[in-house]
Each structure stands twice: as structure tokens, then as C-alpha cells.
């Protein structure tokens, strides 16, 4: 092969190459610029849910407080209405203050009204926001403990449950409301927060209300 040729068919070949990687570099570049299109959509997403999540909370610190005091360490509401049970009892019916019975009810409309109202913002702003409503009861310390049906454990979450049974009997049932969920739970003569001196403590005796905005799907 002559001199000619060989060069002829390197710078051919050498061409060709460049051409190829210039290819390859184009389709990386395209490829990146996607990716990061894609990751800047999704950030900005996250931010966008981040920002309304705290303006939830924000809404949801500012519930009526003529029912609930907010206590931002633990990032609970305590039930301002003090209901005082029997020793060993839960039932709600067993409360004859009217007036009381009243504002426990104004109270459950009030939470209702909330979460709609925060689900319609949620609507508005296109976001996947989901609420989790949390019911504690609490019991006093007073060293009730028959055996393990019959404890304040057990006892403290009756008196959430029978609170939420006395709500969905004036026609309030958070947990159909709306992308909610709501759970009963009861802690005893722990949790937080307590109210010293802790023995025999009526203050104790009371419910307490967390509202949490989360991203994700709840299925009612």
C-alpha cells in the first residue's frame, strides 16, 4: 500500500472515530441535561411540599385555643376541657354536665373544620399532603391496677375511644373525613407531657390532640 494510501485511510478512519465520539459525547450531554432537568423538577417538588407542610403546621398550632393549649416542645394540643372520671371508669355518658358535654362536642367540630379547611388548601397548592390524627387519653396517677384488663393502660385508651364514640354520636367522624387517619391511643400514667406533682394529679386525666401533616396516600 502506498504512502498515499495509508494516510488516506488513517485520516479516514481518525474522521470517522471523531465522529462517533462527538456521537456519544452529544447523547451523554443530552442524557445529563435530562437527568438534572429531571432531579431540579423533583427538588423543587419537595421544597414546594416542605414550605406548605410548615404553613400547615403553622394552621394547625392555631387551632381554637379556647379548647386546646399547644405545647410546642412535645408538638401536642391538650384538651382544655377537664374531664374528671370515676376511678376505674371511661364512659363519657357517665359525665351529667351539660354545659361540658357541649364544649367537648364544639370542641370535635372544631378539629372537623381544620382538616377540611387544611384539605382545601391542600387541594389548592396540588399537593399530596395527608393527615394523621392522633387521640391520647392520659390517667392520673393514682396506682390503679386491678389486673391487665383493668389499668390505667387499658383505661386511658377507653377514654380516648369513648371520646371519639361520643364525637361520631353528634355526627363528627374525623376518621371519614378526607385523606385523614385517625388513631386512638392511650398512655397511661406516662407520656408527655405531665402535669406535677404527678400522684393523683386530675390534670392528668385529661386528652391530648396531635395533628400531623405527612406526605403519602392514606387509604380510608
Not at 374531664?83 to 362536642?105: A, D, H, K, M
Amino acid at each position: 500500500m502506498s504512502k498515499n494510501k495509508k494516510e488516506s485511510f488513517f485520516w479516514t478512519s481518525y474522521s470517522d472515530l471523531m465522529t462517533s465520539l462527538f456521537f456519544v459525547m452529544l447523547v451523554l450531554f443530552v442524557l445529563t441535561i435530562a437527568l438534572l432537568h429531571k432531579r431540579n423538577k423533583g427538588l423543587a417538588i419537595q421544597l414546594a411540599e416542605y414550605e406548605h407542610i410548615e404553613s400547615v403546621k403553622k394552621a394547625i398550632n392555631e387551632i381554637n385555643p379556647d379548647y386546646f393549649e399547644y405545647r410546642p416542645e412535645f408538638k401536642k394540643h391538650i384538651f382544655r376541657l377537664q374531664v374528671q372520671y370515676p376511678r376505674g371508669e371511661f364512659e363519657i355518658s357517665r359525665i351529667t354536665n351539660s354545659s361540658l358535654l357541649s364544649e367537648i362536642e364544639y370542641a370535635g367540630r372544631d378539629i372537623e373544620r381544620k382538616i377540611n379547611n387544611l384539605k382545601q388548601d391542600t387541594i389548592n397548592s396540588k399537593l399530596d399532603i395527608q393527615y394523621l390524627v392522633i387521640i391520647e387519653g392520659q390517667a392520673s396517677a393514682d396506682g390503679y391496677n386491678t389486673d391487665k384488663f383493668h389499668n390505667n393502660d387499658v383505661l386511658s385508651y377507653q377514654r380516648a375511644l369513648g371520646l371519639k364514640r361520643f364525637w361520631e354520636s353528634k355526627g363528627i367522624y374525623l376518621d371519614k373525613l378526607q385523606n385523614c387517619e385517625l388513631v386512638i391511643a392511650g398512655s397511661g400514667e406516662k407520656g408527655v407531657p405531665r402535669e406535677q406533682p404527678d400522684w393523683r394529679n386530675e390534670r392528668n386525666q385529661r386528652f391530648l390532640i396531635t395533628i400531623i401533616p405527612k406526605t403519602g396516600v392514606i387509604n380510608n
